[in-house]
């Protein structure tokens, strides 16, 4: 019997690699995925313990939080003895991934892409062993994603000390979080314990939280996050942990000590780039050219394992745009507009340039804003809280940056980032119609407020 040869051979099935494999079979290559995850659990870190999971949880955890804070009586409606299942809200999250990753299974099946369960391994140019069968390749995409980051002093122990993976899954409220890391982990994990009732520190090392995102805005959402019960020592390193003491040194080198059942580390996520035999840079990620090719001959890489940031929205349009290049396209990627999304209560969603980061590259620029407290929409929602910061070239008017709090912000940040990535001036933003009354309206005035003027302001 003949030997198959695999036109496209993808390592991994997360966001990047589950993807490529897709838009690869749509182009008519002959594609198999390899993933290490057991069979029901296609979409990698993203869908089985990241993205998907938190946001179920995240959601369950704001409807429990409202529902036990008398938030509804607002609206005039009483609430009896609230109760919470934590094993039913975990299982309607594991429900939710368990439902989508059957949906890639689908979608798999109907592109007619090839899964095969087991740990990949390069054995040699156009060569793919998995266990003790090998695979010939005309390419080899590596999509394999990344892992948390341990401290020295801190290792994981999955009890303890843990990752955000066991986060996701705890099967006992903790009384006492601490986080290490006041990143978007850390936000929407403390968000989710501290809503479940669980008293959470948060702990950063540098004199502020989320870094990269407008200052303003975090200050904002900082004093919202605090009133929801969240503590933050920033400016402070976590050095150890000893049965449920966790030792911390603040900005003035001050050592203190907090007691916490739990200790969940997020200061960040490593590439799985060893044992490939590809050059890595200095950061350790995957080194690779404009097609998204490795060091090696045929073998090509996308996603978290190389530069840039480890967002599955990025890993999705890389995986497109390396397989479409394999067939001839000339796709590519602007980085300069790639969203990022913190899901607390606000949303936080960026995208482009922040003002400080624009003027600490020497652009000029103006800035727009208009509260969500002078939005219809907000506030019949009961959800005023938050601003849109909108950053424009000064001498342009071109939009080169949108920061903002408030909610469903996530839903927002895709029109501007069609605005920013189309070149749109905030006068040309403005010009459009937005359905009234919608939170939309707040990105249109922080544009017009960019241009000089607002109305509902
Ligand atoms: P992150 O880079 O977002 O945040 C890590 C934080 O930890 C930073 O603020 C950093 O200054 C801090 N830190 C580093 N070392 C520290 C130390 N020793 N003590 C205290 N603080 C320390 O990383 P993350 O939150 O772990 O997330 C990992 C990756 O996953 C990120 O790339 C993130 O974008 C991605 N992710 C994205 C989403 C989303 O898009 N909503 C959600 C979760 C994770």
Same mark, same amino acid.
């Given at each position: 019997m003949m030997e198959t040869v695999w036109d496209l051979v993808v390592v991994g099935a997360g966001p990047g690699g589950y993807v490529a494999a897709i838009r690869a079979a749509q182009l008519g290559l002959k594609t198999a995925v390899v993933e290490r995850r057991p069979p029901g659990e296609l979409g990698g870190t993203c869908l089985n313990e990241g993205c998907i999971p938190s946001k179920a949880l995240l959601e369950s955890s704001w409807r429990y939080a409202q529902a036990s804070s008398g938030a509804h009586a607002a609206h005039g409606i009483g609430v009896g003895d609230v109760t919470l299942d934590l094993a039913a809200l975990m299982g309607r999250k594991a429900d939710v991934v368990a439902g989508l990753s059957k949906g890639i299974a689908g979608l798999f099946k109907k592109y007619k892409v090839t899964a095969i369960q087991g740990e990949a391994r390069l054995a040699g140019e156009g060569r793919v062993l998995v266990g003790e069968s090998e695979f010939q390749a005309k390419c080899i995409l590596l999509c394999p994603g990344s892992r948390p980051v341990e401290l020295p002093g801190l290792p994981f122990d999955g009890e303890r000390v843990i990752s955000s993976a066991e986060a996701l899954a705890l099967t006992k409220i903790p009384k006492r979080l601490v986080v290490v890391g006041g990143g978007v982990i850390g936000l929407e994990m403390g968000s989710i314990w501290s809503r479940l009732g669980a008293e959470v520190t948060v702990v950063e090392?540098?004199? =502020?939280?989320?870094?990269?995102?407008d200052v303003s805005v975090v200050r904002q959402a900082k004093r919202l996050f605090r009133k929801q019960g969240l503590t933050f020592l920033v400016g402070s390193k976590v050095t150890g942990v000893m049965g449920d003491a966790v030792s911390v040194t603040d900005a003035k080198g001050k050592k203190h000590a907090l007691t916490a059942d739990k200790v969940l580390v997020a200061v960040g996520r490593r590439p799985n780039? =060893?044992?490939?035999?590809a050059e890595t840079d200095e950061n350790g990620f995957i080194t690779v050219d404009d097609d998204y090719q490795t060091s090696l001959p045929g073998v090509f890489a996308v996603g978290d394992v190389i530069p840039g940031p480890m967002l599955a929205h990025k890993a999705m349009k890389e995986g497109v745009a390396c397989v479409e290049r394999m067939a001839g396209l000339e796709t590519t990627v602007d980085y300069g507009r790639i969203p990022g999304v913190v899901y607390t209560h606000p949303e936080i969603a960026v995208v482009g340039r922040s003002e400080a980061g624009a003027k600490k590259r020497g652009i000029e620029v103006t800035v727009g804003q208009f509260p969500f407290l002078a939005n219809g929409r907000a506030r019949a929602g009961g959800e005023a809280d938050g601003v849109v910061r909108v950053v424009a070239e000064k001498e342009s008017g071109q939009m080169i940056g949108v920061h903002m709090l408030g909610p469903h912000v996530s839903e927002l940040v895709a029109a501007a980032e069609t605005a920013i990535g189309h070149g749109l001036t905030a006068a040309a933003f403005a010009e459009g119609i937005f359905p009234h009354p919608s939170l939309s309206e707040a990105l249109e005035e922080a544009a017009l407020a960019a241009t000089g003027h607002t109305i509902h302001l």
């Open positions: 090392a540098l004199p =502020e939280i989320l870094p990269g995102i780039a =060893e044992g490939w035999g």
